[in-house]
């Protein structure tokens, strides 16, 4: 393993009842600047963590938890812990993620994924608007924000963040890539707790819980093409210029 490999897995935080928890900081930006560690954090569904695990996040000082699922779905499978340890938690919605999975199969998959993709940043702008309103608050870092599996709604936002950051295109896609090394875990502890939701899993189509690069690249081309990148699109949706700043100004060092 490559000495940028071993710095790309560091960003793992290891947790008992979740398995893509991830520093978003010490990525390196264009500008030859680097993302602050311990200030923001990506994550898969926190409902299962275990008393060991809030140990370390309160070691983490995690103030803001951003629960980008449906009510139905935090409902369903559960929301982080706030009585057992206390944070500011939000529910900003990106979209519900119900669909035909059967159109992610064949040589249609990578397509459904980017339409998928571009379809959350467009009819989920007020959710992604609340994320980096929220985020942009003086008292909110650090903080975690997460989905169901850490892969879509959760990788897009980490996307925009890096990108907003000025973080190097490549370190952005391989953020994105990391997921696919914790699902198998995921999937071997789900087979234990909840056999059921293991296998619906199991039954997606494979390019549903993959986490293809290109894929990514595609929604940052998207981006380009159409804001001009992710401060454009942030811009658009009306994230002030003043709370794009204020970010900036707390993550970069």
Known sequence: MDQTSMTRLSHHVELEGAFNFRD?????????????R????????LSQLSDTDLIVLKKLEI????????????????????????????????????ADHSLARGEQA????????????????????????????????PAVFHCAIGKDRTGLIAALMLDLLGTQPEAILEDYALTAKS?????????????????????????????????????LDWLDSSYGGARGYLAAIGVAEARIDALRMRLLE
């Open 24 to 36: 978003l900081g010490g990525y390196s930006t264009l500008d030859g600047r680097s993302v602050k």
């Open 38 to 45: 311990g200030m923001l954090y990506r994550s898969d569904n």
């Open 63 to 98: 103030k803001t938890v951003i629960d980008l699922r449906t009510p139905k779905e935090a409902q369903v499978r559960g929301r982080f812990p706030v009585d057992r340890l206390k944070v500011d938690y939000l529910q900003s919605s990106l979209i519900d993620i119900s």
């Open 110 to 141: 990578n397509e459904y994924i980017f339409s998928r993709y571009t379809q959350i940043l467009t009819e989920g702008s007020p959710g992604i608007k609340g994320v980096f309103d929220r985020l942009s608050s003086p008292a909110a870092l």
């Open 183 to 219: 699902v198998s875990a995921m999937v071997s502890w789900l087979e234990q707790v909840a056999p059921e939701i293991a296998a619906q899993i199991q039954a997606l189509p494979p390019a549903v819980m993959s986490a293809e690069s290109s894929n990514m690249a595609r929604v």
